[in-house]
């Protein structure tokens, strides 16, 4: 089965076929990364315009890279949420366009049941059920996956994603746009130690985190450091931002493991190109005995492989849109 999937969520564009949920016989992407990082960040009208201006070009390209016909395309499938409305929106009416104009069925796609889809892609012995660490720009959360289309949050920010904790202490360190390339550089040369910063915890559920004192934290001592004169370790202070994001992610993911009696763990999203918070999972489940699925690099952002490795199994299920198919810029797992 080849599925036509769009993602269009932030700021890429992406395009991909992908057959039976595993194979990538495509995937085409534009980012738009370098035009937001005048700003420190996404610009949501920007990204808008961008995506209309982008995404037939890529239908085509997606199309011809997998060396395929409209014709042969077997349905569509398109994230509808949760993400940026006006960028979700180009995707989404692009996409009911497209099936409408193939005669083919078209298949909403939860953006983080995609990212845990990328780890098919590359592993195709994965199955459920297992638990994943879902952390990007825009989310943090812990999900039992029990089945491809069964999944249950355990975990979950109360306020700041950890991905915008890196993207907005990379901003007042004056390091370029998306933090977290730049977050993780940096603190090769520091040592993690030296700036005592908070780990929170939640009450009501140990399984939740916050990052938004952490990023308040990080904040307000560049800021002093800068006003009293005083010079800033910077190095140490990425990595010490870095021991911080990964001191609450790991344990929660390993605590949510062992309550669920999971033996295997999965991480997705862009967050988990983070190479200290990598390490650190790697060495807590190899402690733990649970084995540790890590997408690569290429795969932790976004793209649309992933929404049409999901799609396959949401097709399966029986998940199906229509022409009143909306975006949601929040949206339930």
Same mark, same amino acid.
């Given at each position: 089965?080849?599925?036509?999937?769009?993602?269009?969520?932030?700021?890429?564009?992406?395009?991909?076929?992908?057959?039976?949920?595993?194979?990538?016989?495509?995937?085409?992407?534009?980012?738009?990364?370098?035009?937001?990082?005048?700003?420190?960040?996404?610009?949501?009208?920007?990204?808008?315009?961008?995506?209309?201006?982008?995404?037939?070009?890529?239908?085509?390209?997606?199309?011809?890279?997998?060396?395929?016909?409209?014709?042969?395309?077997?349905?569509?499938?398109?994230?509808?949420?949760?993400?940026?409305?006006?960028?979700?929106?180009?995707?989404?009416?692009? /996409?009911? @366009?497209?099936? #409408?104009?193939?005669?083919?069925?078209?298949?909403?796609?939860?953006?983080? $049941?995609?990212?845990? +889809? *990328?780890?098919?892609?590359?592993?195709?012995?994965?199955?459920?059920?297992?638990?994943?660490?879902?952390?990007?720009?825009?989310?943090?959360?812990?999900?039992?996956?029990?089945?491809?289309?069964?999944?249950?949050?355990?975990?979950?920010?109360?306020?700041?994603?950890?991905?915008?904790?890196?993207?907005?202490?990379?901003?007042?360190?004056?390091?370029?746009?998306?933090?977290?390339?730049?977050?993780?550089?940096?603190?090769?040369?520091?040592?993690?130690?030296?700036?005592?910063?908070?780990?929170?915890?939640?009450?009501?559920?140990?399984?939740?985190?916050?990052?938004?004192?952490?990023?308040?934290?990080?904040?307000?001592?560049i800021h002093n450091a800068g006003?009293?004169?005083?010079?800033?370790?910077?190095?140490?202070?990425a990595a010490s931002v870095a021991? /911080?994001? @990964?001191?609450? #992610?790991?344990?929660?993911?390993?605590?949510?493991?062992?309550?669920?009696? $999971?033996?295997?763990? +999965? *991480?997705?999203?862009?967050?988990?190109?983070?190479?200290?918070?990598?390490?650190?999972?790697?060495?807590?489940?190899?402690?733990?005995?649970?084995?540790?699925?890590?997408?690569?690099?290429?795969?932790?952002?976004?793209?649309?492989?992933?929404?049409?490795?999901?799609?396959?199994?949401?097709?399966?299920?029986?998940?199906?849109?229509?022409?009143?198919?909306?975006?949601?810029?929040?949206?339930?797992?």
């Amino acid at each position: 089965m080849n599925i036509l999937a769009f993602e269009s969520s932030c700021d890429e564009t992406a395009a991909a076929v992908v057959r039976d949920g595993r194979q990538v016989l495509s995937d085409a992407i534009l980012s738009q990364a370098d035009m937001h990082a005048v700003y420190g960040g996404v610009v949501p009208e920007i990204a808008s315009r961008k995506h209309v201006e982008a995404i037939a070009g890529l239908a085509d390209k997606a199309l011809a890279d997998a060396g395929l016909r409209k014709t042969d395309v077997d349905a569509v499938a398109v994230t509808y949420g949760p993400g940026l409305i006006g960028a979700l929106l180009v995707g989404v009416n692009f /996409a009911k @366009s497209a099936a #409408l104009a193939l005669g083919r069925p078209l298949i909403p796609v939860h953006h983080l $049941r995609g990212h845990i +889809a *990328a780890n098919y892609i590359a592993f195709p012995e994965l199955e459920p059920p297992f638990l994943a660490l879902c952390i990007s720009g825009g989310n943090s959360m812990i999900v039992d996956v029990r089945d491809y289309t069964d999944m249950t949050i355990m975990g979950a920010t109360r306020d700041d994603a950890a991905g915008e904790c890196f993207d907005k202490i990379a901003r007042v360190l004056g390091l370029p746009y998306p933090g977290g390339k730049p977050m993780q550089e940096l603190a090769r040369g520091g040592g993690d130690g030296k700036y005592p910063l908070p780990r929170a915890k939640v009450a009501g559920n140990p399984l939740d985190m916050s990052f938004s004192g952490l990023k308040t934290a990080a904040v307000n001592l560049i800021h002093n450091a800068g006003q009293k004169g005083e010079a800033l370790d910077r190095s140490s202070l990425a990595a010490s931002v870095a021991a /911080a994001i @990964s001191e609450e #992610l790991v344990p929660r993911a390993i605590e949510a493991a062992r309550r669920q009696g $999971r033996r295997v763990l +999965a *991480a997705a999203g862009g967050v988990a190109a983070n190479e200290r918070i990598r390490g650190d999972l790697e060495r807590a489940c190899r402690d733990n005995g649970i084995r540790l699925y890590l997408p690569p690099l290429r795969l932790c952002g976004d793209n649309g492989a992933m929404i049409g490795a999901q799609a396959y199994y949401e097709y399966q299920a029986g998940v199906r849109g229509d022409a009143s198919l909306n975006a949601y810029a929040n949206l339930e797992i």
